[in-house]
Nanobody, 126 residues
């Protein structure tokens, strides 16, 4: 299973970016998907997750109302739309997949995820 994240870059505060994560193999059709991020000198933190059904989403409080996670099961891709970006959103963003998940589960713990992408850097300048 491979996860390929893309879409990172540099943006000014208040701007938007959309991250994409393309999954290979059949895992995507059985997997809840999540985004995590790691800022310099900090631990990796949960950002957002979407269930296999797409009907359940979870977000860390700091991004609620600004970020939206979605998935396209036909395309094996999960997206993270990031609006109203702030300098504190600067981090390497990682997508992750749960090997086998229930229909409505959208886990928030890194230990629940089995596969990880390589990360894409998001830099937000003030």
């Amino acid at each position: 299973v491979q996860l390929q994240a893309s879409g990172g870059g540099w943006v000014q505060a208040g701007g938007s970016l959309r991250l994409s994560c393309a999954a290979s193999g059949r895992t995507f059709s059985r997997s809840a998907m999540g985004w995590f991020r790691q800022a310099p000198g900090k631990e990796r933190e949960f950002v957002a997750a979407v269930s296999l059904s797409g009907g359940t989403t979870n977000y860390v409080d700091s991004v609620k109302g600004r970020f939206t996670i979605s998935r396209d099961n036909a395309d094996n891709t999960v997206y993270l739309q990031m609006n109203s970006l702030k300098p504190e959103d600067t981090a390497v963003y990682y997508c992750a997949a749960v090997a086998r998940s229930t229909w409505y589960s959208a886990p928030q713990k890194a230990s629940d995820y089995d596969y990880w992408g390589q990360g894409t850097l998001v830099t937000v300048s003030s």
